[in-house]
């Protein structure tokens, strides 16, 4: 640290601990399973800073931009009218880390040493509390320091928290991709702390006093709530509940979402009785309040949502009181009526098993970062998915196979770095029993072997093909461009650090597949710049071509390529 500017602890603070990241308990987004570009390098001391660039050591993160919301395979969040805008901040991934020592957060800094200004909001877990939140860019400053006196655009981003009179060793941050050009790197993390405070007894006993002084008003959303029905009844301050139509005030209560009915639900019985109306349940997204969903919430859910069709409880469970008795309960209870459940990246990693034996009617179900029946297989229910999302899951290769045979109508799958003893047969299986595909996901699954393109030549329909890094050895000669000839709707199509692809795999694509909107080929170092040309010929839809690390390419076709073609992004870099 002694490079940059100091990190400063507040005077209140005594016993200054300085610490680096100790463990990751949770990371939404992940380059790959191994450890390279891996948030794993965020545990320790920063490798590469103050060096600017794409370190195997660092943490990168692979989503960028609009791209990610244009695709296939993209499917819109549900059960978001109800949110304010205020609860769901515009962010797309997050990780959680944690230190070795508790203490009072005096400052954060986290060094970014590739395409900075990802991280939106930082919160941190105490004991008994809860998550707090400690800066939220919206509304708080922040700084950085330079890398060092050159004009490298590496930084140590110093955000200005807010005070929290807790300790805490674990903190979370999200981040907003969708605002990102490129992809982003981080190389780590440092908490600055006190392990004692002279102000804390004062403050519990100042808090204490204040509470006694005053009496606890009602919760902000209940007031809310009251004014909009006083305003409903003719504008009286205090409206006769009992003399509403039922209809009247359940339409009013449908604007509120569930935290503020959970507080309406207090006012009167009035009140309780629409709060309790099943109605107001069938659409249920938690992914913007991952810091308040806990067992208790989960409960009083589980009272009042009878034949939910849809829960989104993403991102819920790391670190709060939440584990999987609570989520057999619930789906024991509701998971017949589901049809759409979105479970990525919770605390509860072992929850897959009973959501196959619980939930008949899914059609989409997405399991991110899950553990799935790692024992022994148990025969499905869930024979009617459309959408399935495996994402880094680690699955029991009997589970996910039989998964597949039993859903033919499957549309969009994706397995990208999903942790398999043996894919062997996975493409084989899709080609036999999935044909009604039109997205796959197969990044760095490493599932592909010389003739694993071959069956992938059934699936016709096919939109979006992710096959980055999915191949252990080099594809059979000539076999890409048959799958090409195969695909003519493809529009997504990711090929970096695909092994073997030649320029006549090029020709043929651009032969075949007018459609093209997307093409990756990072990392691709037998290609010819007469055959990438051949693409913007005759691919007109183009709008996105990755060329980073394509070191055959010289400069002079990059920048005939971004002068002729200026609707195109064509990301180049050596």
């Not at 993160?61 to 978001?80: C, D, Q």
């Not at 050009?181 to 204490?208: C, M, N, P, T, W």
């Not at 992938?456 to 980055?468: A, M, V, Y």
């Amino acid at each position: 640290m002694s490079r940059e500017r100091p990190l400063l602890t507040p005077v209140c603070y005594v016993g200054e601990r300085k610490q680096f990241v100790e463990s990751i308990l949770m990371a939404s987004n992940e380059y790959g399973p191994n450890l390279s570009y891996s948030s794993i390098n965020l545990i320790g001391r920063p490798s590469n800073f103050p060096i600017y660039g794409d370190h195997t050591d660092s943490y990168l993160l692979s989503s960028y931009g609009k791209w990610p919301r244009l695709a296939p395979s993209y499917r819109p969040e549900f059960g978001l009218a109800r949110i304010a805008p205020c609860d769901n901040p515009p962010v797309d991934e997050f990780f959680v880390v944690s230190f070795e020592q508790a203490v009072y957060p005096a400052e954060i800094g986290v060094y970014e040493t590739l395409h900075p200004g990802t991280i939106r909001r930082i919160s941190c877990y105490v004991l008994k509390v809860g998550w707090v939140c400690l800066w939220d860019g919206r509304s708080d400053k922040w700084e950085y320091v330079a890398g060092d006196r050159s004009a490298s655009p590496a930084r140590l981003f110093v955000p200005t928290l807010r005070t929290v009179p807790h300790r805490t060793r674990v903190l979370r941050f999200e981040l907003n991709m969708r605002d990102q050009r490129y992809i982003s790197g981080l190389d780590g993390i440092i908490l600055v702390g006190g392990v004692h405070d002279f102000h804390e007894a004062r403050a519990k006993v100042q808090a204490v006093a204040s509470a006694a002084a005053s009496p606890t008003p009602p919760p902000v959303e209940a007031t809310a709530a009251l004014e909009l029905i006083g305003k409903a009844a003719g504008g009286t301050n205090q409206p006769n509940l009992t003399d509403m139509p039922y209809e009247v005030l359940y339409h009013i209560l449908s604007h509120l979402d569930w935290f503020a009915l959970a507080d309406v639900e207090k006012v009167c019985v009035r009140c309780a009785e629409v709060v309790a109306d099943a109605r107001l349940y069938r659409e249920v997204n938690l992914r913007p309040y991952w810091d308040r969903v806990d067992s208790h919430f989960l409960l009083w859910l589980s009272n009042r949502c009878t034949g939910i069709k849809k829960l989104d409880l993403s991102g819920c469970g790391i670190v709060n009181e939440f584990n999987i008795i609570d989520l057999q309960m619930f789906f024991n209870r509701h998971g017949r009526t589901l049809t759409h459940l979105r479970l990525n990246c919770i605390g509860v990693q072992h929850a897959m098993s009973f959501v196959l034996l619980l939930c008949p009617e899914l059609t989409e179900l997405c399991m991110q970062n899950a553990l799935l029946d790692n024992q022994r297989y148990q025969p499905s229910v869930c024979k009617r998915l459309t959408v399935l999302d495996l994402s880094r899951a680690q699955c029991a290769s009997e589970t996910l196979l039989a998964l597949l045979q039993q859903n033919p109508h499957l549309q969009h799958l994706s397995l990208a770095s999903c942790d398999q003893s043996s894919l062997s047969d996975i493409t084989h299986t899709i080609g036999e029993h999935n044909r009604a595909l039109l997205s796959l996901k197969l990044w760095k699954t490493h599932a592909l072997g010389a003739h694993g393109l071959v069956p992938l030549q059934h699936c016709t329909k096919l939109q979006e093909l992710d096959l980055g890094y999915s191949n252990h050895e080099e594809c059979a000669e000539g076999t890409l461009a048959q799958l090409a000839a195969a695909c003519p709707d493809l529009r997504w199509l990711v090929l970096g650090g695909f092994r073997g692809i030649t320029n006549n795999d090029l020709l043929a694509i651009a032969r075949h597949c007018p459609r093209l909107q997307y093409l990756d080929l990072m990392c691709s170092v037998m290609l010819s710049g007469e055959a990438i040309n051949a693409i913007f010929i005759g691919c007109p839809a183009l709008r996105l071509l990755e060329l980073s690390y394509c070191n055959g390419i010289e400069q002079e076709w990059i920048n005939m390529w971004r002068r002729d073609f200026p609707h195109v992004d064509v990301k180049h870099q050596h």
